[in-house]
């Protein structure tokens, strides 16, 4: 079991620049996949980024690839996602997720994939 907190939402205006943060706690030791996704109201949920156990590995959404970086640091048990150049259509309810892979990354982009997620984190892009 890991508990999965977000953080680092906010109003932000188009072209600007938000960093997510996301803090494990829990069975930390397990080697999770984390995943990015999120939800705009009125929306289905969907996948933004995710990131094997040793970082090695990073996937991102087309509609999001060249501006968002996912990245983790395992020490402290986080993950970020660090998004550039925003545009209004990027409002949305972010979440992270864990997957236990063993390391391993698969099905990154699936939902019901990811076993935990965090409260989620409100991001919006005014223009």
């Known amino acids: 079991q890991v508990q999965l907190v977000e953080s680092g939402g906010g109003l932000v205006q188009a072209g600007g620049s938000l960093r997510l943060s996301c803090a494990a706690s829990?069975?930390?030791?397990?080697?999770?996949?984390m995943g990015w996704f999120r939800q705009a109201p009125g929306k289905e949920r969907e996948f933004v980024a995710a990131i094997s156990w040793s970082g090695g590995s990073t996937y991102v959404a087309d509609s999001v690839k060249g501006r968002f970086t996912i990245s983790r640091d395992n020490a402290k048990n986080m993950v970020y996602l660090q998004m550039n150049r925003l545009k209004p259509e990027d409002t949305a309810v972010y979440y992270c997720?864990?997957?236990?892979?063993?390391?391993?990354?698969?099905?990154?982009?699936?939902?019901?994939?990811?076993?935990?997620w965090g409260q989620g984190t409100q991001v919006t892009v005014s223009s």
């Open positions: 829990g069975r930390t030791s397990s080697r999770y996949t």
């Open positions: 997720a864990a997957q236990d892979r063993n390391g391993g990354i698969y099905y990154y982009s699936v939902e019901r994939q990811y076993e935990y």
